[in-house]
């Protein structure tokens, strides 16, 4: 281990258990848990003995909503790459022992050692859970919720046409095949035939369904 490395490691860990957060030290190009503070692993419920034992990809899989780091991978690749003090403030859905439900964190990261070659060797995360009863949570979750619907059905609303996502946006604000058919100026037999190709596509059930797809693609 890099000498200057150790000794700022050795300095982080003089004050970080008394932080009310979760702080992780990753190597940079295997994401390997090289330290992680005392609060960190209470709320996982283990050791960072055996969170190396798991390897980062279970690690992980274990504890994270692994499609949430569409969102913030990108980023943190970029700080890695530039030369700049950057870091990257996102959410994080983390799944903890106590707990089956999704808990929401805020983490930051930002590149906390490199090389004399300026390549970036490790990388340091605070992450901190909001509190359930604060009035962004609600606000959070139903974009985290929204999200997750978005990642979910994409491959089912990219099979919709133009002219399928017209009808959808019309049987979203509670239009009948006749208005439909006046509002897009078909036949109202072609608007029933629109309707059922949209509900087969899109496994609606009712028009909540119909309704909470045109919210989340913008229709309406």
């Not at 055996?50 to 274990?62: C, F, N």
């Not at 991978?73 to 700049?84: D, E, L, T, W, Y």
């Not at 990219?158 to 509002?183: D, F, P, Q, Y």
Request: one cysteine or more; a neutral charge; aromatic letters at 8%.
């Amino acid at each position: 281990m890099d000498q200057n490395f150790a000794q700022r490691l050795n300095n982080i860990r003089l004050f970080a258990d008394e932080l009310p957060s979760a702080l992780i030290i990753h190597r940079a190009d295997t994401l390997e848990i090289v330290y992680m503070n005392s609060t960190g692993l209470n709320i996982l419920g283990t050791t960072l003995e055996d969170l190396q034992a798991l390897g980062p990809d279970l690690y992980y899989v274990k504890y994270f909503n692994t499609e949430d780091s569409n969102d913030y991978v990108p980023k943190i690749m970029h700080i890695m790459r530039s030369q700049s003090n950057e870091q990257v403030s996102y959410f994080q859905q983390v799944r903890v022992p106590q707990n089956t439900d999704w808990q929401l964190f805020v983490s930051n990261t930002k590149v906390f050692a490199r090389n004399e070659a300026g390549e970036t060797t490790h990388l340091i995360t605070t992450a901190g859970l909001i509190d359930p009863v604060h009035h962004i949570t609600s606000k959070v979750n139903r974009v985290m919720e929204e999200i997750n619907f978005l990642r979910n059905n994409n491959p089912l609303f990219l099979t919709l046409t133009k002219r399928e996502k017209e009808v959808l946006k019309c049987m979203a604000v509670g239009n009948n095949s006749g208005e439909i058919a006046e509002a897009l100026f078909i036949s109202p037999a072609t608007a029933d035939t629109h309707r059922r190709n949209i509900r087969s596509k899109l496994n609606l059930k009712n028009n909540y369904d119909a309704v909470k797809f045109a919210q989340a693609y913008n229709l309406v």
